[in-house]
């Protein structure tokens, strides 16, 4: 039996697997959360378009989007919550991005630009003083998870049933009447809605 047993070990059956937090490679994820930036001159060389696919610049005093991101053809998660922004550039190039998180901004309306990236699953844009939904963005397919809560909207798409793919929808804090409150709960029966 200890011979077995010794077999067994030798062979790795009783080896962990390696923590996926050791699979990252170095310089993938960049975290410049509470920092006080205005841009990202200073740290231009940490962002290395291929390799970065995570950003964290939540709480900074971004009041433009940072042109540098734009170019990270790999980036998955961008976090840039608590800013100042109002406005995103073209993004085209960021065609794996899946999550884009931007509560607590300046956004008057959902960017444009998010319709032109194929990944995106995740939208975040509570917080923001947004008065509408466009109607493009029920038909963008993929989206899986977004959240409109604590904003100015009032009413929603006239399509919500187009939203075939989503998973929650956050609309929490919004002066939504009872009527359509209703009318997206028998529009999106099989969503997580969040009034």
């Known amino acids: 039996l200890a011979a077995a047993s010794a077999v067994l070990l030798a062979t790795g059956c009783y080896e962990e697997p ?31 378009p291929g390799l ?31 800013n100042r922004l109002s406005a995103l550039p073209d993004l085209k190039a960021l065609v794996n991005l899946r999550r884009i ?14 319709k032109d990236l194929p990944a995106l699953t995740d939208i975040d844009l509570s917080g923001n003083p947004l008065v509408g939904i466009p109607e493009w963005l029920p ?37 939504l009447g009872a009527e359509e409150m209703k009318r997206t709960r028998e529009a999106l029966p099989d969503v997580a809605i969040v009034f």
Do not use: M
């Open 18 to 48: 390696v923590p996926a937090s050791k699979t990252v490679p170095a310089g993938a994820r960049v975290y410049l959360q509470d920092k006080g930036l205005k841009d990202l001159a200073a740290h231009a060389a940490a962002l290395k």
């Open 101 to 114: 998180y931007l509560k607590n901004n300046r956004f008057t309306s959902v960017p444009e630009t998010l």
């Open 52 to 82: 970065v696919d995570y950003v964290n610049l939540d709480r900074n005093a971004l009041e433009a989007f940072p042109p540098e991101l734009a170019k990270l053809t790999g980036l998955k998660w961008l976090r840039l919550n608590v």
């Open 139 to 175: 038909k963008k397919p993929g989206l899986k998870n977004l959240s409109f809560s604590r904003t100015g909207i009032k009413r929603l798409p006239e399509d919500v049933s187009a939203w075939k793919s989503l998973h929650s929808l956050q609309l929490g804090d919004l002066a």
